[in-house]
């Protein structure tokens, strides 16, 4: 019979990063230390989970319906990056290389993972994108096959849009993620990005 603690290793084995082991030896370090750690954890974790929010606009998360990023007046309206998590759209603000405006597709499109086109709200991209101020289109996907796929699909849905489609330079390493990427690559690649 499993107990409360098999549960706590079991979900915290689920996390990205984290197996068996780790989860194990997390669980133990955070029992070892209740009151310092667990319980504040637990509240700050119960705390984010009832406030954080999707940005209605753009997809990020923060704590109003329309992200800090989204109510930002001096970003550039007129450029649009398309990337495909949350976690990529953090990357790319960490680095310091875009001040424009983001869409979070949320994945990727999947024939193994059965993830379509309607699952990643591309519709709603496309709606944003034929905004008149809307000048050029990055598709900031990740250098997979799934990425890829993704970016073509897009440039392909928006062939008859009034954009400048580009994509983010080569140079990525091939099965790279922009989330695992440091800030100067992600620099380099967002000056070298080329029209698609």
């Known amino acids: 019979m499993e107990t409360p603690l098999d549960h706590l290793i079991k979900r915290l084995s689920r996390l990205p990063g984290l197996g068996p082991r780790s989860a194990r030896r997390a669980a ?3 029992l070892k230390n209740k009151q310092a750690m667990m319980l504040p954890l637990a509240e700050e974790m119960a705390a984010v989970a009832h406030s954080v ?3 209605v606009e753009c997809g990020n998360l923060d704590l109003t319906d ?11 309206d007129s450029r649009l990056c398309v990337i ?3 976690s990529d759209l953090w990357a790319m603000e960490r680095a310091g290389v875009f001040s424009g405006r983001y869409h979070v597709l949320g994945g990727t499109l999947s024939a193994l993972e059965g993830r379509g086109p309607s699952d990643l709200g591309i519709e709603r991209l496309l709606t ?10 990055i598709l900031a996907t990740s250098a997979t ?6 970016a073509h699909y897009i440039a392909e849905r928006m062939a008859h849009h009034n ?3 580009t994509r983010l330079a080569h140079g990525l390493p091939a099965g790279g993620e922009l989330n695992f990427l440091d800030e100067g ?3 380099q690649a967002m000056r070298a990005r080329s029209k698609l």
């Open 66 to 76: 329309k992200c800090h990023i989204c109510l930002d007046h001096k970003r550039d």
């Open 163 to 165: 954009v400048t489609i």
């Open 128 to 137: 944003r994108t034929a905004a008149p101020e809307i000048n050029e289109v």
């Open 28 to 30: 133990l370090h955070l």
């Open 84 to 86: 495909e998590d949350v």
């Open 53 to 55: 929010k999707d940005c």
């Open 145 to 150: 096959v799934d990425g890829q796929t993704t």
């Open 185 to 187: 690559t992600l620099a």
